[in-house]
């Protein structure tokens, strides 16, 4: 089945050291997106990608960063991780919304990010 | 907008019953809305949506209804079953290509 799929499920990491979370989709979506979820809140919006164009939010710390290479692949790189980043991670595409559709979106499962 | 606060509202059904769970929004100029369903650690899950130029939309037991006056959107779930239990998103498109943005979730728990 058609899906997108985060890995890893769960990941540890140490206060200041970068880590890399991934996402991949077999939709052939345009359009990528990295949301942070914090426990009992809404999912909020880090950056997105329109094919290689990158869109990131104004409120996103410095400290994230990501990468698209292809279609199918991208990487939300945190580089100095601290507790406050502890979250989960989610991924999502949705179709070209220049011919409308960009608002459906397709959600992966979820990177569950810890700091020690 | 953003939700804010450690606390989701929590709306406790009986099995069986319909289910209502109320969304306020605060952008006039939103042309679209979506409700999503949370499962405990998994990613949101699309349940439906409605354009701005609708007032209702039925799907399979759910109802999404618009009310542009008062910036308010509502899901009903019909004969709710356990397998309902979740966190509720609703959602909404301010303009054109905009990303989506979520409003506060409601933690929706089934009775058996």
């Known amino acids: 089945d058609a899906m997108v799929i985060q890995n890893p499920r769960y990941q540890v990491t140490q206060f200041g050291k970068p880590v890399t979370l991934s996402c991949s989709q077999t939709l052939n979506h345009n359009v990528m997106y990295w949301y942070q979820q914090k426990s009992s809140q809404a999912p909020k919006l880090l950056f997105h990608y329109y094919d290689k164009d990158f869109n990131n939010e104004a409120d996103t710390p410095d400290n994230f960063q990501s990468r698209r290479p292809n279609t199918s692949f991208c990487f939300l790189d945190i580089r100095s991780p601290g507790l406050g980043d502890a979250a989960m991670y989610l991924c999502a595409t949705s179709r070209d919304g220049r011919r409308g559709g960009r608002e459906k979106l397709f959600f992966g499962s979820g990177t569950q990010l810890s700091v020690l | 907008g953003e939700s804010v606060g450690l606390h989701l509202p929590t709306l406790s059904v009986q099995e069986g019953d319909n289910s209502i769970i109320n969304c306020a929004y605060s952008?006039?100029?939103?042309?679209?809305f979506i409700w999503y369903k949370q499962e405990s650690g998994k990613g949101p899950q699309f349940i439906i949506d409605?354009?701005?130029?609708?007032d209702k939309r039925q799907g399979q037991r759910v109802t999404v209804l618009l009310n542009k006056t008062v910036k308010h959107l509502s899901l009903q779930i019909a004969a709710t079953q356990p397998g309902d239990s979740a966190v509720y998103f609703c959602a909404e498109i301010i303009s054109g290509n905009t990303p989506l943005v979520f409003g506060k979730g409601t933690r929706l728990s089934v009775i058996a």
């Open positions: 409605i354009r701005s130029n609708m």
């Open positions: 952008n006039s100029a939103s042309d679209y």
